[in-house]
């Protein structure tokens, strides 16, 4: 299990490689832009995605998160985009490896939990939860769609395309305002620990935060495959943990169709699954 200081530093390199990655990408693909001899739209395009993606590695928090893990991948894109058009092989082949260097280390778990905390108050530790498959594969395609219709947008701009470009740059913004709830979610899923005790702050699977003062909960372990504790991870896959409680608690999951006002259930164990759970566990044990 890594050590406090092992995570912080780890999460540091983390840190700036997905910022130094980032700068490169933004430097190479615009310096490989050079014999395109590009128009404004695409020109304007990308140093408004340079910039935006600075501010989102740069500035710590859960939006900040959201807009850093929605706005990185589009720098190998952009890459490739520019390695296509017959934009310079080697610059934009270093932009390409940038970008996904950046990129992968904005997505790790890591930096997640990382940017998560930067917005935590007092003495709280904020440990983001696994996303479920059922979720974050709707997510992640309508992020691509996005990606597609933005990229065929700029594209058809600069071949004076312009019917063709408004129609995809709205379709693009359409797709993006419809997705940034949805991906903002995903930043948004924590388990927390404060000195009073534990807390469940899930908008997607819970209607309401659920909180559990320190003499409620008994214990938080590993989970067995068996348990018939409340499964509040999603679902997600792999490993969750186990709080148990001293006593039967009432959280409200999240509402749907059949349930507009949400459901509660009752429960003296719920499984969590943090993207780490070595790491929540530990400070759950720590000294407190």
């Given at each position: 299990?890594?050590?406090?200081?092992?995570l912080?530093r780890f999460?540091?390199v983390l840190?700036?490689?997905?910022r130094?990655g980032w700068v490169?990408?933004?430097?190479?693909?615009s310096?490989?832009?050079?014999?395109?001899d590009?128009?404004?739209?695409?020109t304007?395009?990308?140093?408004?995605?340079?910039?935006?993606g600075?501010?989102?590695?740069?500035?710590g928090?859960?939006?900040m998160?959201t807009?850093?893990r929605?706005?990185?991948?589009?720098?190998p894109?952009?890459?490739?985009?520019?390695?296509?058009?017959?934009?310079?092989?080697?610059l934009?082949t270093?932009?390409?490896?940038?970008?996904v260097?950046?990129?992968?280390?904005?997505?790790?778990?890591?930096?997640?939990?990382?940017?998560?905390?930067?917005?935590?108050?007092?003495?709280e530790?904020?440990?983001?939860l696994r996303?479920?498959l059922?979720?974050?594969i709707?997510?992640v395609?309508?992020?691509m769609?996005?990606?597609a219709?933005?990229?065929?947008?700029?594209?058809?701009?600069e071949?004076?395309?312009?019917?063709?470009a408004?129609?995809?740059?709205v379709?693009a913004?359409?797709?993006?305002?419809?997705g940034?709830t949805r991906?903002?979610?995903?930043?948004?899923?924590?388990?927390?620990?404060?000195p009073a005790?534990?807390?469940i702050?899930?908008p997607?699977?819970?209607?309401e935060?659920?909180m559990w003062r320190s003499?409620?909960v008994?214990?938080?372990e590993?989970?067995?495959?068996?348990?018939?504790?409340?499964?509040?991870?999603?679902?997600?896959?792999?490993?969750a943990?186990?709080?148990s409680?001293?006593?039967?608690?009432?959280?409200i999951m999240s509402a749907g169709r059949?349930?507009p006002e949400?459901r509660a259930?009752?429960?003296?164990a719920?499984?969590?699954?943090?993207?780490?759970p070595?790491a929540?566990?530990?400070?759950?044990?720590?000294?407190?």
């Amino acid at each position: 299990m890594r050590s406090p200081s092992f995570l912080s530093r780890f999460q540091s390199v983390l840190s700036w490689l997905a910022r130094v990655g980032w700068v490169v990408t933004a430097v190479a693909v615009s310096q490989a832009m050079n014999p395109l001899d590009s128009g404004i739209t695409a020109t304007l395009t990308l140093w408004i995605l340079w910039v935006v993606g600075a501010v989102a590695v740069f500035v710590g928090s859960p939006l900040m998160l959201t807009l850093a893990r929605t706005t990185l991948p589009l720098g190998p894109v952009a890459a490739t985009a520019v390695l296509i058009a017959g934009g310079d092989v080697a610059l934009s082949t270093l932009g390409l490896v940038a970008g996904v260097i950046a990129a992968f280390a904005m997505l790790s778990a890591e930096l997640g939990q990382r940017w998560v905390q930067f917005a935590a108050y007092g003495s709280e530790q904020r440990f983001p939860l696994r996303p479920p498959l059922g979720f974050v594969i709707p997510a992640v395609f309508l992020w691509m769609l996005m990606a597609a219709f933005g990229t065929s947008a700029v594209i058809a701009a600069e071949r004076a395309q312009w019917v063709a470009a408004v129609a995809l740059g709205v379709g693009a913004i359409a797709l993006g305002a419809l997705g940034s709830t949805r991906w903002h979610r995903l930043s948004c899923r924590w388990l927390v620990f404060v000195p009073a005790g534990v807390v469940i702050h899930d908008p997607l699977v819970l209607l309401e935060t659920a909180m559990w003062r320190s003499h409620v909960v008994s214990g938080i372990e590993l989970a067995a495959a068996a348990t018939e504790a409340a499964d509040l991870t999603g679902p997600a896959t792999g490993p969750a943990l186990e709080i148990s409680l001293r006593s039967s608690e009432t959280v409200i999951m999240s509402a749907g169709r059949s349930v507009p006002e949400g459901r509660a259930i009752h429960l003296t164990a719920a499984l969590v699954a943090p993207s780490r759970p070595g790491a929540a566990l530990a400070q759950f044990r720590a000294p407190r």
